[in-house]
Nanobody
């Protein structure tokens, strides 16, 4: 019932920057958290960053100080500003939204389609 559309991925040189966006639409009563995960070839999906409805943020140690997560409540959109990118940041990045469709509904996790980020010279 919730659709997530990701954008902003691409190819960037080491040390460069990218900004990912993820817009949520559909039956959204409230959003508990919005976040980003990534999966590199041959590796498991890993946590990158999370932001709560109260704008509390959390980051994986590997990206702390380089990535910044933010949200726009009016647009139901979460962003990931990625600076000082490294080759090891190369992965498919997935948006995650945990939300309720109504006051009675149980929170549910929704996932975006993934967007490729490649950091290479």
């Amino acid at each position: 019932q919730v659709q997530l559309v990701e954008s902003g991925g691409g190819l960037v040189q080491p040390g460069g920057s990218l900004r990912l966006s993820c817009a949520a639409s559909g039956r959204i009563f409230s959003i508990n958290t919005m976040g980003w995960y990534r999966q590199a070839p041959g590796k498991q999906r890993e946590f990158v960053a999370l932001i709560t409805s109260g704008d509390i943020t959390n980051y994986a140690d590997s990206v702390k100080g380089r990535f910044t997560i933010s949200r726009d409540n009016a647009k139901n959109t979460v962003y990931l500003q990625m600076n000082s990118l490294k080759p090891e940041d190369t992965a498919v990045y997935y948006c995650n939204v945990n939300s309720r469709s109504s006051t009675w509904a149980r929170p549910y996790d929704y996932w975006g389609q993934g967007t490729q980020v490649t950091v290479s010279s």
